[in-house]
C-alpha cells in the first residue's frame, strides 16, 4: 500500500528543479510555490495548466519580504506545524567564491533570514534548503584581503571570521521559541550521485526533533580508479561505484531542429573552432592565448573555463547562466556553439517535457540555477525515511539533543581531467594513449566537523 505524501512549501522555486527531484522521490506534495521573478512563475503556470504539476499547487509571485507566511499557512488551512518539509534555495550569488563576495553586507543575503522567518512561523517538522558550498564558509563582514592579519592588518572581528554567517543561521534556529531545529550541513557533488554535471553544493537538513539525519556515499565514481588503500569491510569499496554519467549520456540522443541558444560572438566562435572536445585555451597557439585572453593569460587561476569546449566522454561541468562567456565558455562537443536551453535540461535532468517561460536568458537563468533534481530526489529520500520512523513514534522528539551542528563533507570535490603544456589534453576515460593516467581513490569519502 502506497505511503501518504508529505505536505511541501517551496520557497525561492525558480524552474522547480528541487521540487521535480522530490517529486521523483515519491512521497512529497508541494502545496505552495513562493517565486519573485515573473517569467520563473509563468514556468510553473504553464507546466501546472499542461498537468505536469498538481491542480491544487497555488503559486505565490512576488518578494518573499512582502509575503505573510501566516496567510499562506491560512489559505492551505493548516497550522503551524503541519507543514511536513519547507524546501528552497535563497539566492546564492553573495556567497559564491566565484566572484566577488559581498556576504550579507549584499542585500541578497539576507534572504537566509527570509526562509527562516518562513520556518519561525510555518514550524515545519523539516526543512531543506541547498546553496552554493561557499556559503559554510562565508562571513557576515568582508574584510579585503590587503587588510588581513596575514597582510599586517589587525585580528579579525568575529563578523569577520570564516563560517559566521551559518554560525549566525545556526545560533538562530536555536533561538526558535518552543522549536529549537538540530541541522546537519552536508557538502555534496551531484556527480556522485549519478548527475551528469559536477556541481558542489551545501544541503542543509533542520528538523524539530533532535533527528540526525546523514546523506548517503557517493553511488558513482570514475570508471577507472588507481586503490591507494585497500578496502576493509567498514569501508566503501572504492571500486564499487557506477561510472559517473557522462555529457553522452544526458545529450548523446537528443536532435533539435532549431536549438534555442544564447550563442557566441563571431570573435568568440573563431577561437571556439580551434579548440578540440575536451580543451580549452591552453590548446591554442600561445600568441593566440595572448592575443585572445588579454590580462587573464597572465592570471595564476580561474581560467579552465576560457575558450572551453566540452567532451562527451566526461561529466559536464558545472552549468552557468551564461554560456557563452568567453571566461566560462560551456561550447558544444561538436558544433561551435554554447549548450542549448534543451541541453542545459537534460544536464540538470528536467523531464524532456518541461516547458521554460521568459526570454531566453531567463530561460538559463531558470535552468542554471535550479538544484540538479539529482540531489533532491536523494535528500528527499533521507528526509522521507527520517519522516517515516518519527510518525511510527508517533512524532516523539527524541529526548537527548545533538550536542552540535555538523558539517559533513562527503566527497564533494571531484577532478575529471588534467591539462598539460603544448596544448595536449588528456582526458582518463578515452583509451589508451593516456593510460598510465589514473584517477586516486579519494583520500577522504567523508569527514564531519561540528559548528
Known sequence: MAKDRYKVVSLFSGGMGLDLGLDVAGRFHVLACVEKVPAFCETIRTNKRAGRLHADLRVYEGDISSLDPE?????????PGEVDL???????????????????QDPR?????????FVQVMRPRFFLMENVRGLLSAALKHRPISQRPEKGGPPLEPDEEHGSVVRLFASDLQAIPGAA??????????????????????IFVGNRYNAVVDFPDPT??????????????FSQDASSPQPWATLRD??????EDSPVVMDFSPRKRKYLAMVPPGSNWRSLPEQVQKESMGRAWCAKGGRSGWWRRLTLDLPCPTLVTMPNHASTSLCHPTETRALSIREYARIQEFPDEWEFAGKVSEQYAQVGNAVPTRLGRVAGEVIAHSL???????????????????????????????????????????????????????????KIRSI
Not at 550521485?193 to 558542489?200: D, L, N
Not at 558513482?220 to 569491510?233: D, V
Request: neutral net charge; charged residues 20%.
Open 388 to 446: 517515516d520512523v518519527l510518525a511510527e513514534r508517533d512524532w516523539m522528539p527524541y529526548k537527548t539533543a545533538p550536542l552540535a551542528y555538523r558539517v559533513v563533507y562527503v566527497q564533494s570535490h571531484v577532478r575529471t581531467r588534467q591539462w598539460y603544456k603544448a596544448g595536449q589534453t588528456f582526458v582518463w576515460e578515452d583509451g589508451e594513449e593516456n593510460g598510465s593516467a589514473e584517477y586516486a581513490a579519494p583520500k577522504t569519502v567523508r
Open 109 to 117: 543575503g539576507t534572504l537566509l533570514w527570509q526562509f527562516l522567518r
Open 181 to 202: 531545529y538540530h541541522m546537519d550541513c552536508f557538502e555534496v557533488n551531484a556527480v556522485n550521485y549519478g548527475a551528469p554535471q559536477i556541481r558542489e553544493r551545501a
Open 250 to 255: 544526458a545529450i548523446g540522443d537528443l536532435h
Open 71 to 79: 496567510s499562506i499557512l491560512a489559505e492551505m488551512g493548516l497550522e
Open 86 to 104: 519547507i524546501v528552497g534555495g535563497p539566492p546564492c550569488q553573495s556567497f559564491s567564491t566565484a566572484g566577488r563576495r559581498r556576504t550579507v
Open 220 to 233: 558513482h565514481g570514475p570508471l577507472h580508479a588507481k586503490q591507494t588503500e585497500q578496502p576493509t569491510l
